[in-house]
């Protein structure tokens, strides 16, 4: 067994932040409260720590409910960076889309910054897009779920050497979701 390299406590501290940060906030085309998807990304983190051993186990717990602070709500990287600190604002920062990119730019820009940042970081994006690739929300169109699909293939691509336990999840997540593609509509690939 490997021994525990992540403390209940700071998990429960970037739980707190987050649950305030995202207040009010709901998964898209749901009732449900944002913080579940930060639950189910940490909860991927945790399985991988338990067989994988990393140098930081906080960093990759806290960037992973801390992750989409500063792109969805009004978090700034110096709160972030005054609580966390710097290790874990830059690799919440890395995994914040630059929303003043083109839409079509803003993944591969991403990648490249957090295949700057340590593995932890690169983890988080794998569990990030595991948690995603679930029944995509209602109002999204054919052409939505393929591009979301093969952005996923991109992710894997860029960051399959984080961590085999994650990425061996990400393959068979991709696999799964084509079960959301009507291949009648689309052209194989
Ligand atoms: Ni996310």
Redesign the pocket.
């Known amino acids: 067994m490997n021994t525990q390299n992540w403390l209940q406590e700071s998990y429960i501290r970037a739980y707190k932040f987050a649950a305030i940060a995202h207040q009010n906030q709901k998964m898209p085309g749901s009732e449900l409260p944002y913080i579940m998807?930060?639950s189910f990304?940490s909860m991927e983190i945790i399985a991988a720590l338990s067989v994988e051993k990393v140098a930081d186990g906080d960093l990759a717990v806290q960037c992973a409910i801390l992750?989409?602070t500063i792109?969805?709500t009004n978090t700034t990287v110096e709160q972030i960076q005054a609580e966390f600190g710097e290790a874990v604002a830059q690799g919440v920062l890395a995994?914040t889309k630059d929303a003043s990119l083109a839409k079509h730019l803003q993944m591969a820009d991403s990648l490249t910054r957090i295949k700057q940042q340590p593995p932890e970081i690169w983890m988080v994006k794998l569990a990030?897009?595991i948690?995603?690739l679930q029944a995509p929300p209602h109002y999204w169109n054919q052409e939505k779920i393929v591009k979301y699909r093969e952005e996923a293939m991109q992710i894997y691509a860029a960051l399959k050497d984080a961590s085999p336990f994650l990425v061996t999840r990400l393959a068979s997540k991709i696999a799964d979701y084509k079960a959301f593609i009507n291949s009648e509509n689309v052209e194989p690939s």
């Open positions: 998807h930060l990304v992750h989409d792109e969805d995994l990030d897009r948690t995603n």
